[in-house]
Every structure is written in C-alpha cells, then in structure tokens.
C-alpha cells in the first residue's frame, strides 16, 4: 500500500496497486483497454507506461520521507526500451542519492520478465516541503 | 500557405487511441510546423487532490503525445513511430482546475531519427509549466535486431 497512490486520483484512473516488501514498494499497473496508445500492435501508450514510473518514483520517495506531503518532481527523463504489451506492468524505484533538497531515483518498468525492462526512468525530487519550487 | 496533406489527420491523431481518448485529448491548431493539443482538466487526471493540480504523468504523456503529431506534421505523412526517449523539465506548478495545452515541434528530421521540443502551458508557451526534449524512432525501417542464440548451453 502507498499513501500516494491511494490518494491520487490520477493513480486510479491508472488502476495502480502498491505492495511493499521491506522498504520498497512494487507498483502494478493491470492491463486495460484505455491504456492502449496504438491499436494496430497493439500496444500500452508509453505515456501510461511514464506515468507508472513517475508515480512509483513518487511513491518510493514518499515512503522514505514520510514527513512530506507529496514529493515533487524537478525533471523525469524516461528510454523506451521495448514496446509495451497488452499485459500488467510493475515498476520499482530505487532511491540513487537523497541529499538535503533533492533526490535522485531510479526506475524500471517491466511485463513477464523483471531482466527485460521495457521502460527506465531517472528522475530528480524536491524534497523541500515548500510552495513552488 | 497551403494546408499540409497531414492537417486533416491531426484530430484523429490527437485522440483516436483508446488512452487519448480516455484521457480526453483534444487537436487544438497547426501553425507552421507547431502543432497544439489540449488536455480538458478533469477531477479524475488529478495528481494531489488538496490542490486540484493535474497530475505530471498526464503532463508527460501530452508532451510525449504532442510531439509525435509534430513528427507526422514535419514528414506530412503518417508512419508509425515509436518514442525513444523523453525527458521532461516540471518549472512550476500548473494552475488547479485548469486545461493545459501542449504545443510541440519537430526541429530536426533524418531519415530514422526525430527530435523534438515540446511545452505544457494554460495560455502562453512563454510561461510553461513544462518543457519536454524528446527523440523518436520511425519503425517502418526494418525488423528489431534479435541477439543471436546463445549456444552450448
């Protein structure tokens, strides 16, 4: 579970589910029709597919920092790997470097196969609870 | 200026995906090699329900929509193509309950590659709540290259 993703409407509209195993959190992103970006593959929008990284990165931070209220992004830069199937997506986030004010995370998304990651983002966060950046 | 062959195309484009349509995508105009979509705020596309601010992934996903309809507009053609990468810059907090626009333009084409510029604003691209640099494949060349099988295992 994430406090985050509960919260965030978007995140539903997604149909994203968290689980958490120690301190990280796997975010699954069920396959659905309105998540198709080419009907002609078909393939999942590699928006929907940037959204979950985004969001799990977002999440992961949110778990590590729980006296924030919602980290925010500073830049995401994601590489489209392989084309997403019409299958469930999981992402995880790893936590690269957290200074004072911002940090630097890690993402992957995948399909069947963890080693074939078909989405990656890096990403920094403000850690600063404070209005604009 | 005559009208490009693709312009008929471009509300379609926009948001006859099942995931645009969803999303609510909508063609908003083409003027020169710039083109615009919008996304409709809508309760359910919110990121934090405490300000009614749309979310950064529907951000991202307009920039990296917007900037394939500038790829087609720049080939004045349809092809298929794939996103190779996207990297978005969030400089300020959209305003609550309130449409955004994108506008995108493809700045350089060669015959597989296309590089892209892109900006999500409410009014004005010169006040942006964020500016995307993106790349993307045409997919038509040729088939994925596959690693040769592994033997002797």
């Known amino acids: 579970m994430s406090r985050v993703i509960e919260a965030m409407p978007y995140a539903r509209f997604l149909g994203l589910t968290a689980e958490q195993a120690g301190d990280t959190l796997t975010v699954t992103m069920p396959f659905s029709d309105h998540l198709i970006g080419n009907p002609m593959l078909p393939a999942l929008h590699g928006g ?17 920092f729980p006296g924030m209220h919602l980290p925010r992004p500073i830049n995401v830069s994601v590489a489209y790997l392989r084309s997403g199937r019409p299958q469930h997506v999981y992402a995880r986030a790893r936590i690269n470097k957290a200074g004072r004010r911002v940090a630097h995370v890690l993402a992957e998304a995948w399909q069947e196969d963890e080693a074939q990651p078909i989405a990656a983002l890096t990403a920094h966060f403000l850690l600063e609870d404070s209005p604009g950046l | 200026m005559d009208v490009p062959a693709i312009a008929p195309l471009l509300p379609q484009l926009a948001s006859g995906a099942a995931h645009t349509h969803a999303l609510g995508f909508t063609y908003e105009s083409l003027d020169g090699d710039r083109v615009r ?18 979310a950064g992934g529907v951000v991202t996903t307009l920039l990296d929509h917007v900037g394939g309809l500038a790829v087609w507009v720049s080939l004045d053609n349809f092809k298929p193509l794939a996103t190779l990468d996207l990297r978005v810059d969030y400089m300020r907090a959209a305003r609550p309950r309130t449409d955004l626009i994108a506008e995108a333009r493809c700045y350089r084409l060669t015959r597989s590659i296309a590089f892209v510029r892109a900006w999500a604003f409410e009014d004005a691209p010169d006040d942006p709540v964020a500016a995307a640099q993106s790349a993307y494949i045409l997919t038509t060349a040729r088939p ?10």
Not at chain 2, 144 to 153: A, I, L, Q, S, V
């Open chain 2, 37 to 54: 979509i919008r996304v409709p705020w809508r309760e359910d596309l919110v990121g934090d329900p405490d300000t009614g601010v749309i």
């Open chain 1, 48 to 64: 929907s597919t940037a959204a979950l990284l985004e969001i799990t990165a977002m999440a992961q931070v949110a778990e590590s």
């Open chain 2, 144 to 153: 994925e290259r596959r690693p040769k099988p592994e033997t002797g295992e």
